[in-house]
């Protein structure tokens, strides 16, 4: 088919539909009536909406990192969202609105409460609010053919949100520290118990606990060694006497010949000389006792050397004055060998420190026979007592990180009292003047077109159930017989008057359509109003 042939197959649809003209125009008329006032009837739709701000980049959350919890407010705020939208939180929601008054059957009363929930939105107005640990803008809307209704609703909801949202923290939180504060007293508890098996078991083996130096085999093996240096150190010790006493056998107790140079008489001389010797004596006493103890060795012995010196002297001194001849040091012709005499003193230092190391070596022999009559006894009181001290401490350590993590869980709860969490409402809850929905100038457009179309289609319709044959062309198209002739019908001036006015009535009618298309858009408020009114 070429464009001539759908060309002239557009026209005769044309022509057949132009038959059923008024049809058309009635129909369309009729559609717009009933459209138009469906679309006035539909209640306004409005939409409140507010927009809170959650802010947890306060400045106690850096200071508080590590010692506070920080909790996860995005999973919070998660919950929380899902909770708003519970049943329960809506019929609540519903009787403290008043909407609820809209349902009197159970029946009614079911999908009050699930429009309700359709109707309302709690959404994060960007992602970040869903990466940043639940910061960001949260915005809340709900939409009622109520105006003032869709406002109470949505600050209602924005209320619980905020209080769910610090309740929720704080509701955990209250858990939390109930069961650290259980637990801890049941960790005292233990930590008592095992505080007094530990006290107990101390005392029914006392001596047999290893002490500072170790455990039992550490003991044994110290003693041996200690007892090993004091038989190494006795041995030297003895064998340095046995060389003292060697020399001691080789020196001469006196000196003869010797002579003071003095002219002073020998009573005066003697005296002196032992004068001397005993100052030079208390000298090295006094040194001795700056640098050591009364029970050294070295003070003991100068010590004896000096009593034993003004003993002799004092008999000395009384031989003089019985007028008996002055020996030992007092004589002018004997005098003392210094050498023997030093001798004679380290001999005594060395037989002092040969009876303490003796003395000590029993001791570390007698500790070490203990030992060995323990050897069965104190490792399993030892390996008791580990296991003791083991029990103890693990208990101790958990106590101890419990009172630690609650004291964390006190500073949080602080925290949060503080404000690490804020809400900001950054828009209270407002609904503009205009409804959201409908969108009556749209519809209304859409009726006219759908008003339009339905009254074309009608006529279209109408021809092909009708047809008519308007040329001879189409007339030999659908019969295939060969038209010979065709008599053209003679316009006289009544039928083209009856025509026109035909045609002027038609283009009023379809003029007037559109005239009051424009009168409805115009006046679409007032008209919904008043016919919602009615309506209602």
């Known amino acids: 088919m070429n464009l001539r042939e759908l060309l002239n197959k557009i026209l005769d649809e044309l022509r057949g539909a132009w038959r059923f003209r008024w049809l058309s125009i009635a129909a369309a008329w ?32 850096p200071l508080l990192e590590g010692l506070a919890i920080n909790p996860d407010v995005a999973s919070g705020l998660d919950l929380v969202r899902q909770a708003l939208l519970s049943r329960p939180q809506i019929e609540q929601v519903a009787r403290e609105t008043d909407l609820d008054l809209r ?32 910061e960001g803008l949260y915005v809340i809307s709900f939409e009622d053919r109520n105006r003032d209704k869709a406002v109470e609703v949505v600050q209602k909801m924005l209320n619980a949100f905020v209080e769910n949202a610090l309740g929720e923290k704080r509701t955990g939180q209250e858990t939390a520290q109930r069961f650290i504060d259980e637990q801890i007293a049941e960790y005292e508890q233990r930590l008592r118990d095992a505080e007094a098996r530990l006290a107990d078991f101390k005392q029914k083996n006392v001596g047999l606990m290893p002490n500072s130096t170790g455990d039992y085999f550490g003991r044994m093996q110290q003693e041996t060694i ?15 006497r046995a060389e003292i006493q060697r020399q001691l056998d080789g020196e001469d107790p006196y000196l003869f010949g ?25 000298r090295q006493l006094d040194d001795l006792l700056l640098r050591y103890t009364e029970k050294h060795p070295e003070v003991i012995a100068t010590r004896k050397t000096l009593e034993e010196l003004k003993q002799r002297q004092q008999e000395e001194l009384a031989r003089i004055k019985a007028g008996q001849q002055a020996t030992g ?20 230092r060395t037989q002092v420190q040969v009876a303490e190391l003796r003395q000590e070596l029993a001791q570390r022999q007698g500790k070490i026979g203990s030992l060995r009559q323990q050897v069965n006894s104190v490792p399993e009181v030892e390996a008791e007592l580990a296991r003791l001290n083991r029990d103890y401490e693990q208990v101790r350590l958990q106590y101890n ?10 500073l949080s709860q602080q925290a949060d009292r503080t404000g690490t969490v804020k809400f900001d409402i950054i828009e209270p809850p407002a609904a503009p003047i205009e409804a959201v929905t409908p969108n009556r100038p749209q519809l209304l457009m859409i009726v006219l077109i759908a008003a339009l179309a339905v009254g074309a289609g009608g006529g279209w319709l109408l021809n092909q159930l009708r047809p008519v044959f308007h040329t001879a062309r189409a007339l030999g198209e659908v019969t295939g017989l060969p038209v010979f002739a065709s008599i053209s019908r003679t316009w006289v001036d009544r039928h083209r008057q009856q025509r026109r006015t035909e045609l002027m009535k038609f283009s009023a009618a379809t003029l007037l359509l559109f005239v009051v298309f424009g009168v409805v858009m115009a006046l679409q408020d007032f008209a919904a109003r008043h016919l919602q009114s009615l309506i209602g």
């Open 30 to 61: 009729v559609v717009c009536i009933v459209g138009w006032a469906m679309v006035m009837s539909t209640p306004n739709v409005y939409k409140a909406t507010a927009k809170v701000y959650v802010d947890t980049r306060g400045i106690l959350r």
């Open 329 to 348: 040091s007092l004589s002018s012709s004997l005098k003392a060998n210094p050498v023997y005499q030093s001798l004679e003193m380290e001999m005594k």
């Open 258 to 282: 010797f002579d003071t140079g003095n002219s002073a008489p020998a009573a005066t001389q003697g005296s002196g000389d032992v004068t001397f010797r005993i100052q030079d004596l208390q």
């Open 103 to 134: 349902a009197t059957t159970p029946e009614q009363k079911e999908l009050l409460i699930n429009s309700i929930r359709e109707r309302v939105s709690i959404d994060a107005a960007d992602l970040r609010a869903r990466t940043t640990q639940g």
């Open 401 to 410: 990180e419990l009172v630690q993590r609650r004291e964390t869980a006190k």
């Open 226 to 240: 200690e007892a090993e240096r004091v038989r190494t150190a006795l041995a030297v010790a003895e064998s340095r």
